[in-house]
């Protein structure tokens, strides 16, 4: 009897958030000198590991990731660090995170487990102890746009296709071939 009132107040213990006097965030500050992360890198951990929770479809808000796109069009990549701000001192992090989950996602679910992964990811590779992720829902995204951006996409390459691949002058006529 004493043992299932033990698993059931186990089973009901929330649990607490890491401590780490004497652990890895010591390791950061010694009294042989001091080890110091930038701001960028926690944000790339954190940008990471909170995409690679399924359910999360994109990071940003709207105009950040309006940007992200335009940027993607002429080759550039996207930045893993969209969407992600950081403060970090000498031995904690604060993360606060912007989603777009995707239609049909549970977002509590979602925000815990992106919530545990970017903790888990930041604690393990820098150290620092996470005292806090917060995390701001934009967006949700439909499968519809899915559909909606390939059959633009198509049309486009139809039309292009159409023109013989040639671009058209500011003034509007055909670009002389020499």
Aim: proline share 3%.
């Amino acid at each position: 009897m004493s043992n299932r009132s033990t698993e059931a107040s186990q089973a009901a213990t929330v649990p607490k958030a890491r401590t780490y006097e004497g652990g890895p965030a010591s390791a950061l500050v010694t009294d042989k000198g001091t080890t110091t992360i930038a701001d960028g890198v926690v944000a790339k951990i954190a940008g990471l590991a909170a995409r690679e929770v399924s359910g999360v479809y994109a990071m940003g808000g709207g105009t950040a990731r309006a940007l992200g796109s335009m940027r993607g069009m002429v080759g550039v990549e996207e930045s893993v660090s969209q969407g992600v701000s950081v403060e970090v001192g000498e031995r904690q992090a604060a993360i606060d995170l912007d989603l777009v989950a995707e239609y049909g996602t549970a977002i509590p679910e979602l925000s815990g487990a992106v919530r545990k992964n970017v903790i888990n990811g930041v604690e393990r590779m820098c150290g620092l102890e996470v005292t806090e992720v917060n995390i701001r829902i934009d967006d949700v995204h439909l499968p519809e746009q899915d559909r909606e951006r390939e059959s633009g996409m198509t049309r486009e390459r139809e039309s292009g296709m159409a023109r013989g691949g040639q671009q058209r002058t500011d003034t509007g006529q055909e670009p002389r071939v020499q």
